[in-house]
């Protein structure tokens, strides 16, 4: 694949995930801090997967990952999520992302996107390259106050976000299976609305202090995009 290919459907990647950075009123009550938990190999790296921080401190948050995922428990958060190996990921904290700049990270992008996450409300990015020079990454938010607790609920609220951005009647998703509330909404960019090489999974979870959580999965690979998508929000866990 030539540089110019690779550069357009990077582009690609992040018009989904622009048009997936719905403005959400409100935000998280907690006060970001930059630091995120993991197994620290000493070299700031941590099993794998390379992080901003080494800080250990899980607050209580199990993680369940899958083998050979890295477990980042959140604890200033009050959230956990597990990212797949070889993936960078970052809090969204000033002061972090303003450490980044000076730092390399390996993923084409990963400054960029992390700033455009951040400004779109996240306070989490991960993101990792395949063989094929194939981006995925992934995005955490929460909205306050949203008075959520229901799947019906969610499902509305679902509609709300979805149309405020612009995207129109997407398909929404109960997952049934899910401790909490829980909906998944699948995003796609193509023309004629055909298969788009990236595509776009938003999960919505009602989760504890009235708080819904956002885990956006934004990839380049579409045959193996839905199953990331949900490995990663699957991952998703709150401080006991």
């Keep these: 694949m030539t540089t110019r290919s690779r550069s357009r459907r990077r582009e690609r990647t992040r018009l989904v995930a622009a048009a997936l950075a719905i403005a959400l009123v409100g935000g998280l009550v907690a006060a970001i801090v930059g630091a995120i938990g993991g197994n620290d190999d000493g070299d700031g790296t941590t099993d794998g997967a390379s992080l901003t921080s080494t800080t250990i401190d899980s607050g209580g948050i199990a993680v369940s990952a899958p083998d050979g995922w890295t477990a980042i428990p959140v604890a200033s958060l009050g959230f956990g999520i597990a990212i797949p190996p070889g993936w960078e990921a970052t809090v969204l904290a000033?002061?972090?992302?303003?450490?980044?700049?000076?730092s390399s990270p390996e993923v084409p992008g990963f400054?960029?996107?992390?700033?455009?996450?951040?400004?779109?409300?996240?306070?989490?990015?991960?993101?990792?390259?395949?063989?094929?020079?194939?981006?995925?990454?992934?995005?955490?938010?929460?909205?306050?106050?949203?008075?959520?607790?229901?799947?019906?609920?969610?499902?509305?609220?679902?509609?709300?976000?979805?149309?405020?951005?612009?995207?129109?009647?997407?398909?929404?998703?109960?997952?049934?299976?899910?401790?909490?509330?829980?909906?998944?909404?699948?995003?796609?960019?193509?023309?004629?609305?055909?298969?788009?090489?990236?595509?776009?999974?938003?999960?919505?979870?009602?989760?504890?202090?009235?708080?819904?959580?956002?885990?956006?999965?934004?990839?380049?690979?579409?045959?193996?995009?839905?199953?990331?998508?949900?490995?990663?929000?699957?991952?998703?866990?709150?401080?006991?």
Excluded: C
């Design 111 to 240: 400054l960029d996107n992390a700033h455009a996450a951040a400004a779109a409300g996240a306070v989490f990015y991960g993101a990792g390259v395949d063989e094929a020079g194939r981006v995925a990454d992934a995005k955490v938010r929460a909205v306050a106050g949203a008075g959520v607790s229901t799947v019906e609920q969610l499902e509305d609220f679902g509609r709300q976000l979805s149309g405020s951005a612009g995207l129109g009647d997407v398909p929404i998703e109960v997952v049934g299976e899910a401790e909490q509330p829980t909906v998944r909404m699948q995003y796609g960019l193509g023309a004629g609305g055909g298969s788009a090489e990236a595509q776009g999974t938003e999960t919505l979870v009602a989760g504890p202090d009235d708080l819904v959580w956002s885990v956006i999965v934004t990839s380049e690979d579409p045959a193996s995009h839905g199953a990331l998508a949900e490995q990663i929000a699957g991952t998703l866990a709150f401080a006991p």
């Design 94 to 102: 000033p002061e972090v992302l303003e450490s980044l700049e000076r």
